[in-house]
Every structure is written in C-alpha cells, then in structure tokens.
C-alpha cells in the first residue's frame, strides 16, 4: 500500500569501540532487513573508536541497499581529502554514501595535529560550512559525463567539462577539481545535527538532512518549519531538505520496542518531522529489538515501506539528484551536438 | 618471490582504447584485478595517489593519469571482498598529518585483518599544495626529513598502545611535528602496518634502509637491478637491520604470447597502442617544455633546443637535464632513424618481461635469483583484466619451479612478505 510521505527512519550504530568488521557489518545488514533508510556511525578523535568513513567503506560491498553515514570532522582534517574520501565511499558503495559534518573544539584535539588551537564553535562551525560547501563544488567540478574516452583524438576525458574550484575561506583554500570523478549521486548526502545553533546554521545552508532534538512533538514541529523556512531564505527548496529527530532510546523487551513504534507513529501523526533518527543505548540489544519489534507495526500501520524502492540512499530520501552546478552554467548548446552523438555510440550510457 | 599488483591509472601505461578497457572508477574494476590477484596468491594489491590533476600548457592534461578513487576508502572495501591479500595506499606525508594518517593506517589494518600496507610519498610543488591547507611546499631536503619524522612519529602512535591493549599518551616534539595526546586505535594486527618507499634517489634509499619493509622502484636491466640491490641492502646494516627486512620490489609490464615472435608483435602493437600520436608529442614536451604540438609525429625531432625555464608540466616530477635527455633522443632518432613517435617507443616505458609465459617465468626467476630483486610489482597495461593471463599462464609455472607459494602461509601482509612483526617499544 502506497504510504503518502514517507517515513524516513535511521540508525546510530555506534557504542563501546569495536575494531572488528564483522561486528559492524551484522548491525548493517540487520538496519538493512528492517529497510531503515541509513545507518550512522559516529566518530571523534577525542576518544577510542576507528575511522568511521573506514569502517563504513569496509561495511559496503557486503550490503545493498542500506545508506551509509559516517561522522566526519572538519576542522583538523584537510577539506580536499574530506571530499575524495566522502565521493569514494559513494563509488564503493554505488551511491549510498552520506556523512555527518562534525567539528573538534577542544584543545585535546587540537594538540592531536599541532597546527592550530582549539577555537569557538561558531567559527567551527562557519568553517564546516565551508567544507561542506567546497566538497560539493569539487563533487561537481567533474561533470556527469566528462569521462569520453574519444579514440579519435586520444581524449580519455574533455578537460572542458572539468572545473577549478577556486575556493577561498577563512582557514583554507582548494584550487581544484576534484582528482575523483562525479560521484553516483551527484552529491553525497550531507547530515547535520542542528541542534546547537552555530550548526544549526551551518545545516540549513549546506544539510540535506538536518537532525535536531527534541522532548515533545510540539517543540519538533516548531523546529522542522523553522530549519524549513530558513532554508528556503538562502534560497533551497524545503522540499529537498529532510528534518529527523534523533531519539535516544533504550529498549529491553518487545513491549518497549512496540512502544516506541507508537511514540513514533505519534509524533509522525503529528508533523514532527521527516523522520527519526534513532540512537540506541545499548546497540546490539536494541537494534534487534527495533528491526523486529518497532519495524513490523510501523509496517503495519503502513507508515513504513516494506523494500527499498530505489539503490541510493536519495533515492530512500526521496531527494532528488543534483545537477552539476558547472554543467548547468556552461554555454548552452555547447553539449548538444555531441552529447547526441555519444549517446548514439553508447546508447546505454554510462552507468 | 613476492608479487603485487597495481591498479594501472590512464596514462600511456595503459591501454584504454582497447575494446576490453572497463572503467577506472567503479568498484568492480578494482575488485576484479584484486580478486585475480588473490587468486594468483600475490602479496599485494597496490594503489597510486593523485592530489592534482596534471596540467599541460596550462590545462588539464587529458590525457596523463585522470580520475580515481582516495586510496584507503577504496582499500577498506576491497578487503570485505578479500580474505589475504594485502592491501598498499599511496599517501602523501606532505598534505596529511601524522594523527589522522596513523588513524585510518591502523584502522585498515584492523578492519582488513592485519592487511595493510602505506606506500610513504612526498611531494615538492607549490601546484599541487594548492589544494591544501598547507598550501605552499617544502624543499626537496625538508620533503625527506618531514617524510622520516612522518614515519617515526606514526611508529610512536601505533606503540603507544601495548600489545596486551592498554593505552598510553604519547608525546613528540620534532622539527616538523609538536603533537602529543592519546590515539584512538589499538595496536592493530600487524603491529605496525608495512611501510613501503617508493624512489631510486640516494635520500629515498637512505630513507627506505632506515625505516621502510619493501622499496617499490624501477631499473631498466639486470645488471642495473643487481646494482640497486646490492647499493640498498648495503646500506641497512648502519641501522641496525638484516638484508631480508627490507624488500626490493621494481615496477614491472609484461607480455605474454604463444611464441617469442608472437609476443615480441604483440608488445610491439601494445605499445604504439599506449605511445599514440598525440602521446608521442606530449612525451615530447614534457622534455622540451615547449609547445611542439604543430610538429608531425611521423617526423623528426625538433631542432630547436629544450627551454630550460619551462613550466609546460605541472603536477609530474621533470627530469633532471632535459638537455642532456634530449641530446640523447636526437643521437638515438639519427642513429636508428626514427620518427618522433617511433623514438619516444623506444625511450620510454617500464622493464618489460616480454615472451612466453616459460621464458617470462623463466626470467622473472633470474631476476631474482641474481639479487636483482626480491619480487616485482606487475603493471598491467589493461583495467581490470590485465591480470588474468599472468595469473592463469605464469603464476602456475612459478609455483612449479618452487620460487613462488601455492597457498599463503598466514593471514598478514607482513606474514606474506617474510617480516617480522616490530618489536613494540612502548
């Protein structure tokens, strides 16, 4: 039965650091069988755990269709690497890439690398801004169809369908393009936690799923039109944003986990939200527990799909594919004429 | 013997015109040649690194090295669909930083099984720093002596938890790095992942005897290989460490046919294949730093000389004296008389084992046998088949003559390569 809109839900699968595969990959194909539109895996280098984006790419060509969302921190890192790493999980991954802007804000960390100090969350946060920012344009600095391969004049790719980014931010600066191509969604899904304001601002200029906190229905509801309405103030659609609440919970017994499929179906009821992100206390005894407790009411109630309808994770979303903003900007008619003959010499297209 | 494979990049190695050319991006590529090479019991798969895509007068060079995946996402997926082969990263020690690198190292260790392998680069131009928050360059002197403070420092954090998985602050001050703190991941299966050096120069072998598990180079023949050899083991005994702790692997194409006559035709049609008319002017320029883009490739060489000041190249390591290169080229085109392209055939291009698969097992053999190395890296000149006839035709012969395993002996690279695990100095 076709559900109206959706329901997005999503999984934390972090907790206790584990450096095993397999442990990780089991929660995602468990997230998987419960058709939750994402996992994330939370990361930090203030405490003991690996490298989220690692453990995500590891987890990948064992799973098909789960969406994968590592946290991934921007202020010590370097953006150029952040975005080759991010457009290289989606290619393994074959489009079900996303990842969590996250900063480091304290000295602990800053000692980690050496370089600079530990500085306030709005510039932090201004700065993940920024990253997000590059690491999209860079995503587009390959257009979709760069790759030509004309054994005529030996060109494997055009070089007039790559692009410099020319970036320039308070802290950094890349030249560009990216040195990997066109990811498969065009863009990776960027996730935000919103919750505090500095990122809430961040996440409604770059985010395409926003996740706050909330204690009531009332309170997420308010939150979702706000994010909404100041998105649409930097000129996004609001459409093509999803706000989920991320939920803690704590689930022992099937009584819980049905319980917690209504508080769902509740606040769902209620325009709370896209969706909801939840964040086990106990991952391997709750996630079994919401994969085959909470999962089948939703299911029931029909405010759940049954499969993935589409591969990507923005296809789970329902959040469109963007166009390269370099390709959408080059003079028209330039492509016509031989995007028309490439695709009579390769009427399957790319994949 | 040991053996790895590389993933070739689009370049003049290989041959992506070629009907059975798949792509260069999508996974299935790598897991294809991967899988072929765990199937031939090689010790490793290897990965090259881009930072900046090269430019040529002034643009984006199409057709030199052009799209590919980061390296240790691309290795960590790899091994959810390997069991033993190693898994080699090509990482800048210019445009990262120690923390983060030992980080995502150790966690591809762990996540792999005791598997991985850094192949420690450095870089020297401002083109490619641009990219970067660093931005700027270091001297090629500062490259070597941040690139071996790189490596120390990473040994430090990968000891700084013990082997029984209890964790202590570390603390290092250098000239280059002033960090200190806890790292986040356990001493991983291998101890320390392998660390590989790629480089002929007198630092990068200095370098590679003080603190590196295989040297990945190029020579062009035996005699050169021996010497190389023989120059780098020599050199290990001041820091302390055996002959076998270091291993010399050279990048190697190879080209297998039916005959010797067959096979000597096919690497002819390979590489006119890989030195295109247009790949000959390029190879061309990238001597003369000049435009030569209106001179015939089925002609002579240019009589005008290389313009020493040239930037036409940005983004590749020039050569050193393009005079003397191209003083070479013109005795060599007069000599034999060749056209450009035809001289730039004969110039380029890496050793090649070319014959049939006994006379190519046969060889690769003698090269080793005669210290002229320990294994080789093979290159193939197709994505992502390039493997399978090696696999298939050599790899039996090899395990028939008693130099090359039939089953690996232990789940780690290290335990691949004959290297101890290092001893923790905790």
Same mark, same amino acid.
């Given at each position: 039965?076709?559900?109206?809109?959706?329901?997005?839900?999503?999984?934390?699968?972090?907790?206790? &650091?584990?450096?095993?595969?397999?442990?990780?990959?089991?929660?995602?194909?468990?997230?998987?069988?419960?058709?939750?539109?994402?996992?994330?895996?939370?990361?930090?280098?203030?405490?003991?755990?690996?490298?989220?984006?690692?453990?995500?790419?590891?987890?990948?060509?064992?799973?098909?269709?789960?969406?994968?969302?590592?946290?991934?921190?921007?202020?010590?890192?370097?953006?150029?690497?952040?975005?080759?790493?991010?457009?290289?999980?989606?290619?393994?991954?074959?489009?079900?890439?996303?990842?969590?802007?996250?900063?480091?804000?304290?000295?602990?960390?800053?000692?980690?690398?050496?370089?600079?100090?530990?500085?306030?969350?709005?510039?932090?946060?201004?700065?993940?801004?920024?990253?997000?920012?590059?690491?999209?344009?860079?995503?587009?600095?390959?257009?979709?169809?760069?790759?030509?391969?004309?054994?005529?004049?030996?060109?494997?790719?055009?070089?007039?369908?790559?692009?410099?980014?020319?970036?320039?931010?308070?802290?950094?600066?890349?030249?560009?393009?990216?040195?990997? &191509?066109?990811?498969?969604?065009?863009?990776?899904?960027? %996730? %935000?936690?919103?919750?505090?304001?500095?990122?809430?601002?961040?996440?409604?200029?770059?985010?395409?799923? %926003?996740?706050?906190?909330?204690?009531?229905?009332?309170?997420?509801?308010?939150?979702?039109?706000?994010?909404?309405?100041?998105?649409?103030?930097?000129?996004?659609?609001?459409?093509?944003?999803?706000?989920?609440?991320?939920?803690?919970?704590?689930?022992?017994?099937?009584?819980?986990?049905?319980?917690?499929?209504?508080?769902?179906?509740?606040?769902?009821?209620?325009?709370?939200?896209?969706?909801?992100?939840?964040?086990?206390?106990?991952?391997?005894?709750?996630? &079994?527990?919401?994969?085959?407790?909470? %999962?089948?009411?939703?299911?029931?109630?029909?405010?759940?799909?049954?499969?993935?309808?589409?591969?990507?994770?923005?296809?789970?979303?329902?959040?469109?594919?963007?166009?390269?903003?370099?390709?959408?900007?080059?003079?028209?008619?330039?492509?016509?004429?031989?995007?028309?003959?490439?695709?009579?010499?390769?009427?399957?297209?790319?994949? | 013997?040991?053996?790895? @494979?590389?993933?070739?990049?689009?370049?003049?190695?290989?041959?992506?015109?070629?009907?059975?050319?798949?792509?260069?991006?999508?996974?299935?590529?790598?897991?294809?040649?991967?899988?072929?090479?765990?199937?031939?019991?090689?010790?490793?798969?290897?990965?090259?690194?881009?930072? *900046?895509?090269?430019?040529?007068?002034?643009?984006? =060079?199409?057709?030199?090295?052009?799209?590919?995946?980061?390296?240790?996402?691309?290795?960590?997926?790899?091994?959810?669909?390997?069991?033993?082969?190693?898994?080699?990263?090509?990482?800048?020690?210019?445009?990262?930083?120690?923390?983060?690198?030992?980080?995502?190292?150790?966690?591809?260790?762990?996540?792999?099984?005791?598997?991985?392998?850094?192949?420690?680069?450095?870089?020297?131009?401002?083109?490619?720093?641009?990219?970067? *928050?660093?931005?700027?360059?270091?001297?090629?002197?500062?490259?070597?002596?941040?690139?071996?403070?790189?490596?120390?420092?990473?040994?430090?954090?990968?000891?700084?938890?013990?082997?029984?998985?209890?964790?202590?602050?570390?603390?290092?001050?250098?000239? =280059?790095?002033?960090?200190?703190?806890?790292?986040?991941?356990?001493?991983?299966?291998?101890? =320390?992942?392998?660390?590989? #050096? @790629?480089?002929?120069?007198?630092?990068?072998?200095?370098?590679?005897?003080?603190?590196?598990?295989?040297?990945?180079?190029?020579?062009?023949?035996?005699?050169?290989?021996?010497?190389?050899?023989?120059?780098?083991?020599?050199?290990?005994?001041?820091?302390?460490?055996?002959?076998?702790?270091?291993?010399?692997?050279?990048?190697?194409?190879?080209?297998?046919?039916?005959? @010797?006559?067959?096979?000597?035709?096919?690497?002819?049609?390979?590489?006119?294949?890989?030195?295109?008319? #247009?790949?000959?002017?390029?190879?061309?320029? #990238?001597?003369?730093?000049?435009?030569?883009?209106?001179?015939?490739?089925?002609?002579?060489?240019?009589?005008?000389?290389?313009?020493?000041?040239?930037?036409?190249? #940005?983004?590749?390591?020039?050569?050193?004296?393009?005079?003397?290169?191209?003083?070479?080229?013109?005795?060599?085109?007069?000599?034999?008389?060749?056209?450009?392209?035809?001289?730039?055939?004969?110039?380029?291009?890496?050793?090649?084992?070319?014959?049939?698969?006994?006379?190519?097992?046969?060889?690769?053999?003698?090269?080793?046998?005669?210290?002229?190395?320990?294994?080789?890296?093979?290159?193939?000149?197709?994505?992502?088949?390039?493997?399978?006839?090696?696999?298939?035709?050599?790899?039996?012969?090899?395990?028939? *003559?008693?130099?090359?395993?039939?089953?690996?002996?232990?789940?780690?690279?290290?335990?691949?390569?004959?290297? @101890?695990?290092?001893?923790?100095?905790?």
């Amino acid at each position: 039965m076709p559900v109206p809109r959706p329901l997005h839900l999503a999984a934390e699968i972090g907790g206790r &650091p584990r450096y095993d595969a397999g442990h990780y990959t089991r929660l995602a194909l468990l997230a998987e069988r419960g058709n939750l539109d994402f996992i994330t895996l939370d990361d930090s280098f203030a405490r003991p755990g690996p490298d989220a984006l690692a453990v995500l790419a590891r987890v990948a060509p064992g799973t098909g269709r789960i969406g994968l969302v590592p946290a991934v921190t921007t202020t010590h890192t370097e953006p150029f690497h952040v975005s080759s790493a991010v457009a290289t999980l989606d290619w393994v991954s074959r489009g079900r890439a996303g990842w969590r802007t996250a900063v480091s804000d304290t000295a602990a960390e800053a000692a980690l690398f050496g370089r600079r100090d530990a500085a306030p969350h709005d510039e932090l946060w201004h700065e993940a801004g920024e990253v997000a920012d590059v690491a999209a344009r860079l995503w587009d600095s390959w257009d979709d169809d760069a790759e030509i391969r004309d054994v005529a004049t030996g060109r494997f790719i055009d070089r007039d369908r790559l692009h410099y980014t020319d970036f320039t931010g308070r802290t950094f600066s890349v030249r560009g393009p990216a040195i990997v &191509p066109r990811p498969p969604q065009g863009h990776p899904v960027t %996730v %935000v936690d919103g919750t505090g304001a500095a990122a809430r601002e961040t996440a409604v200029r770059h985010a395409d799923v %926003v996740l706050v906190r909330a204690e009531d229905p009332v309170t997420a509801r308010t939150c979702r039109e706000e994010i909404r309405n100041r998105a649409a103030a930097h000129g996004r659609s609001p459409d093509q944003l999803r706000v989920l609440v991320s939920l803690p919970v704590e689930l022992h017994t099937g009584a819980d986990a049905v319980g917690l499929a209504r508080l769902i179906a509740d606040w769902y009821e209620q325009d709370a939200a896209d969706g909801f992100h939840l964040i086990p206390a106990d991952v391997e005894r709750d996630l &079994p527990l919401i994969v085959d407790g909470t %999962v089948p009411v939703l299911q029931h109630h029909c405010l759940l799909r049954r499969f993935y309808p589409g591969a990507t994770l923005r296809e789970h979303l329902g959040l469109a594919r963007p166009a390269g903003r370099y390709a959408a900007r080059s003079p028209g008619g330039r492509h016509a004429p031989s995007a028309a003959g490439r695709y009579a010499q390769n009427p399957g297209g790319r994949p | 013997m040991h053996l790895a @494979a590389h993933f070739p990049g689009v370049n003049s190695t290989t041959v992506w015109t070629d009907p059975r050319s798949r792509s260069q991006i999508e996974f299935s590529s790598f897991e294809h040649l991967a899988r072929t090479a765990e199937r031939g019991r090689f010790d490793f798969f290897f990965l090259a690194e881009g930072l *900046r895509l090269r430019e040529h007068r002034g643009r984006i =060079h199409d057709l030199d090295v052009v799209g590919r995946p980061e390296s240790i996402t691309l290795l960590n997926a790899l091994a959810a669909v390997t069991d033993r082969l190693g898994l080699a990263a090509t990482v800048n020690a210019t445009f990262n930083e120690p923390y983060e690198l030992a980080r995502r190292l150790a966690t591809l260790d762990h996540l792999s099984g005791g598997r991985a392998a850094w192949n420690v680069v450095t870089s020297s131009d401002a083109f490619t720093g641009e990219n970067f *928050r660093r931005g700027g360059y270091l001297d090629r002197a500062d490259r070597y002596t941040r690139a071996a403070e790189f490596v120390a420092t990473a040994r430090e954090l990968w000891d700084s938890w013990s082997p029984d998985g209890s964790p202590s602050p570390f603390a290092h001050t250098g000239p =280059h790095f002033d960090i200190a703190g806890e790292f986040t991941v356990p001493r991983s299966p291998q101890g =320390h992942p392998v660390v590989i #050096q @790629a480089g002929d120069s007198d630092e990068g072998r200095e370098f590679a005897a003080s603190s590196a598990d295989v040297i990945f180079t190029r020579h062009g023949t035996l005699d050169a290989g021996r010497a190389f050899y023989a120059d780098t083991k020599r050199r290990l005994a001041k820091y302390g460490r055996e002959p076998s702790e270091l291993k010399i692997m050279p990048g190697v194409s190879y080209v297998l046919g039916d005959t @010797a006559a067959d096979a000597q035709e096919r690497a002819a049609v390979i590489r006119e294949q890989q030195v295109s008319p #247009q790949n000959a002017i390029l190879a061309l320029e #990238q001597i003369w730093g000049r435009d030569l883009s209106s001179y015939d490739p089925d002609g002579p060489l240019p009589e005008v000389d290389p313009d020493p000041g040239s930037d036409v190249v #940005q983004g590749r390591v020039g050569v050193a004296d393009p005079q003397a290169v191209a003083a070479k080229w013109r005795a060599l085109s007069r000599e034999k008389g060749l056209s450009i392209r035809q001289t730039v055939i004969e110039t380029t291009g890496r050793q090649s084992f070319i014959g049939t698969p006994e006379a190519v097992a046969a060889e690769l053999h003698e090269f080793v046998r005669a210290d002229a190395a320990d294994g080789f890296v093979l290159v193939p000149h197709l994505t992502p088949g390039g493997l399978d006839d090696f696999v298939d035709r050599v790899v039996p012969l090899l395990q028939e *003559r008693g130099v090359f395993r039939t089953e690996y002996s232990g789940p780690t690279l290290r335990s691949h390569l004959g290297l @101890a695990e290092p001893v923790w100095k905790g």
